[in-house]
């Protein structure tokens, strides 16, 4: 159990055009999805925190002009790069705590396994 | 202040041989958890191991075990009999309170290599 599916895997875009990222939860309700973004041999550094059926808090420096996140169900949040240019380009990964956390090997915590996004 | 450091950008060990990974962490909350997942080029993270703030015992799950020492505020990875598999870049991450919307918070990582 425990599994969050993050689509797509890899995306190529044009610079200037937007590109969506989506993260479902596919065996729990995810009250709160965790958005990560890694640049090459770099850590994971959290972008936003978003709370299904509320705005996301974003973390200091980043523009939620340009990173726009919705949360609109308990299995789906979805990260839209807006407006993409070169530097966005990164590694993009989702994250969210199944319910009971506590009471796993885990602690819940359930990745999705990636966004490679290429913006040219 | 960072909250998780990981002192050790790089590592090298031998296959069959066993490796320790550092992680050293900040925080005032009594109540934490403390993770280490390992990533492989691919970029999955993949979970390893998880030691509360209140276990009294050290975690172990397979060939990893956690050194948790909690007044030294470390929480080192042990790898035995390393296999070449286990090349890929580990991170140390923490959780701080007990709520299911507390985030993670990672180290810069360390990268592993296994050798013949």
């Known amino acids: 159990g425990a599994v969050v599916s993050q689509h797509p895997s890899r995306v190529i875009c044009k610079s200037g055009t937007s590109v969506k990222i989506e993260c479902r939860s596919l065996d729990f309700q995810a009250t709160t999805m965790f958005w990560y973004r890694q640049f090459p041999k770099q850590s994971l550094m959290l972008m936003a925190t978003s709370n299904e059926g509320s705005k996301a808090t974003y973390e200091q420096g980043v523009e939620k002009d340009k990173f726009l996140i919705n949360h609109a169900s308990l299995t789906l949040s979805t990260l839209t790069v807006t407006s993409a240019h070169p530097e966005d380009s990164s590694f993009y990964i989702c994250?969210?705590?199944?319910?009971?956390?506590?009471?796993?090997?885990?602690?819940?915590?359930?990745f999705g396994s990636g966004t490679r996004l290429t913006v040219v | 202040a960072q909250k998780i450091t990981q002192t050790q950008p790089g590592m090298f060990v031998q296959e069959k041989e066993a490796v320790t990974l550092d992680c050293t962490y900040d925080t005032s909350d009594p109540s934490y958890g403390l993770f280490w997942y390992k990533q492989p080029s691919s970029g999955e993270m993949i979970f390893l191991i998880y030691q509360g703030s209140y276990d009294q015992q050290n975690a172990t799950e397979g060939r990893y075990s956690l050194n948790f020492q909690k007044a030294r505020k470390s929480a080192n990875l042990v790898i035995s009999a390393s296999q070449l598999g286990d090349s890929a870049m580990y991170f140390c991450a923490m959780r701080e309170g007990t709520g299911g919307g507390n985030k993670l918070t990672f180290g810069t990582g360390t990268q592993l290599k296994v050798e013949l």
């Open positions: 994250s969210a705590r199944a319910p009971g956390g506590g009471e796993k090997g885990f602690d819940g915590y359930t």
